[in-house]
Antibody
Framework: EVQLLESGGGLVQPGGSLRPPPRLSCAASGFTFSDYAMSWVRQAPGKGLEWVSGISGSGGRTYYADSVKGRFTISRDNSKNTVYLQMNSLRAEDTAVYYC????????????WGLGTMVTVSS | DIQMTQSPSSLSASVGDRVTITCRASQGISNYLAWYQQRPGKVPKLLIYGASTLQSGVPSRFSGSGSGTDFTLTISSLQPEDVATYYCQRYNSAPLTFGGGTKVEIK
């Protein structure tokens, strides 16, 4: 069974200067992880879906939304079947549920989603 | 960036009604368009990709059409379990973008 399990969310101070900025993790199982590109998609409370970042199966290509470019970094460890999202310089508007999503082969369409992890940016 | 505009933002229809949701791209995206269903409190679920290809396991009452800039998601006979918010998503190039969503309720 294909499964995606996110972790690492919580309450974070704006800017992240008073504690280490969060790194979200998404552990995958049930498929050959390195064969698939992965993405992070977020959803602010009561709002719609926003694509955040994507990474190719090998990890050699990464993509970002303009809203997070230069602040967030996506990476993956195929030996651990895990994709990460390092989040720096956090703002209140980054508050959202962050979903990990598996892409279909050859198309950035998401056929499997994790349950999400909540990140709250507040002082 | 290419923007995706959905209409209406919400609708209310009776069980058995035909429901149509529209998604418009600010530039042509060929058929690189997907539709998702998000039931209340649940994660999104892929319904359609390639504008008109039904994802495995999705009921046949769902269908998609369109190409270029104008796309449609149709539910041929609305069922109670179709209460959800529906999102379109373009995937012709990064950054990927979603439409604002259409909330479907039962009248």
């Amino acid at each position: 069974e294909v499964q995606l399990l996110e972790s690492g969310g919580g309450l974070v101070q704006p800017g992240g200067s008073l504690r280490p900025p969060p790194r979200l993790s998404c552990a995958a199982s049930g498929f050959t992880f390195s064969d698939y590109a992965m993405s992070w998609v977020r959803q602010a409370p009561g709002k719609g879906l926003e694509w955040v970042s994507g990474i190719s199966g090998s990890g050699g290509r990464t993509y970002y939304a303009d809203s997070v470019k230069g602040r967030f970094t996506i990476s993956r460890d195929n030996s651990k079947n895990t994709v990460y999202l390092q989040m720096n310089s956090l703002r209140a508007e980054d508050t959202a549920v962050y979903y990990c999503a598996k892409e279909t082969p050859g198309a950035a369409v998401f056929d499997m989603w994790g349950l999400g992890t909540m990140v709250t940016v507040s002082s | 960036d290419i923007q995706m505009t959905q209409s209406p933002s919400s609708l209310s229809a009776s069980v058995g009604d035909r429901v149509t949701i529209t998604c418009r791209a600010s530039q042509g995206i060929s058929n690189y368009l997907a539709w998702y269903q998000q039931r209340p409190g649940k994660v999104p679920k892929l319904l359609i990709y390639g504008a008109s290809t039904l994802q495995s396991g999705v009921p046949s009452r769902f269908s998609g059409s369109g190409s270029g800039t104008d796309f449609t998601l149709t539910i041929s006979s609305l069922q109670p379990e179709d209460v959800a918010t529906y999102y379109c998503q373009r995937y012709n190039s990064a950054p990927l973008t979603f439409g604002g969503g259409t909330k479907v309720e039962i009248k």
